[in-house]
């Protein structure tokens, strides 16, 4: 395959702040809503460690601050220990964002004596049965449970992040009383995004109006709760795109602050860009400063002459720059779309139909499509 196309230097680009590394997509769960591409199994090349510090030392010099390490499971790269210590080196604040599988006590310090400033820890549940159900792991919650209490106790701030679904939204008190006894900071109840293994299990995953009406309410009283207590635990809730009327801005637009490696060292302007049928470009074959003001991939949707009606007319398009292109090319096959999530877009009724399609879903968790290696084999080509 020939290199992708370059174009002129972009001037209204600013620097990427943020470089999110996916390290792998090895993973030992198999999350049906996991983010990591169908066809996960296709792309087994994962770039070295000297080519890993290459790609630091360049996003570092083009102004990027924030690094988190990422994957598929971070913890899998028995390199991770040297890579946090290139970052610190360079002075990026970093952030391991894990699953906890793969963690013990000597990890926890040999990573804070690497220079590893913050650890995000994924819960799925807030009991066995249910997490490992839906994680694939009999022994997956405990060990993450035990990992949470060690990363506090070595001193991290911690994050501990849930993506909620139809299957643990009705949990959300129980799992913001177990953040709050593990010692959170901060918690992320973070409504399932429908990009990969989550849009191929879609309507076996969104929740209803109900649900998340309740989920709401019980965080809104956990809030006060909290405060009463003088407890420092923020909670985030991240309301499902399903279930709004104006979309998110994506990224903060494309190609504007965010730049992901992907672990073969493909470069996207956010972890899900994969599913798009664009040609993105690898660090092999260019600098990332090329790569980021001059590929075409990385222009493509920068600005606003890009947008198609109604976004190009409207007053809202410098603060959600028309919603997110992988949702749109998702939904209706066009990646220049408006974002259907929008009800001023033609395409509103894909929504309304998912929806309606989710509420009569009578799935079970059983019945969902596990993330893994043999499932994601039917999705490579050739
Ligand atoms: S979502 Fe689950 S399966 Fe996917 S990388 Fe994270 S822990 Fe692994
Ligand atoms: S029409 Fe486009 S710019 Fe306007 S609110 Fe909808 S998605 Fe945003």
Known sequence: MSAPRMTPREPAAGAPLWLLAELTYRCPLQCPYCSNPLDFAAHRGELST???FEVMRQARALGAVQLGFSGGEPLVRDDLEALVAEARRL???????????????ARIEALREAGLDHIQISLQAADDDLAAALAGSRRAHAKKLAMARAVKAAGYPMVL????????IDQI??????CD???ADAVELANCQHYGWAQLNRAGLLPSREQLEAAE???ARWRERLAERGRDMRLLFVVPDYHEDRPKACMGGWGSIFMTVAPDGTVLPCHSARDLPMRFPRVHEHSLETIWYQSAAFNRFRGDAWMPAPCRDCDERHQDHGGCRCQAYLLTGDPTATDPVCD????HHLIEAARAEADGDARGLGELVSRNARESRVFCRG
């Open 161 to 168: 992040n849930v993506v909620l679904h139809r299957h643990n």
């Open 344 to 347: 001023l877009s033609p395409d």
């Open 50 to 52: 000297d080519e890993w």
């Open 91 to 105: 002075g990026f604040y970093s952030n391991l964002i894990t699953s906890g599988l793969g963690l013990d006590e």
């Open 173 to 178: 008190g129980r799992l913001i009383a177990l």
């Open 217 to 219: 309410a019980t965080t």
């Open 181 to 183: 006894e593990l010692g």
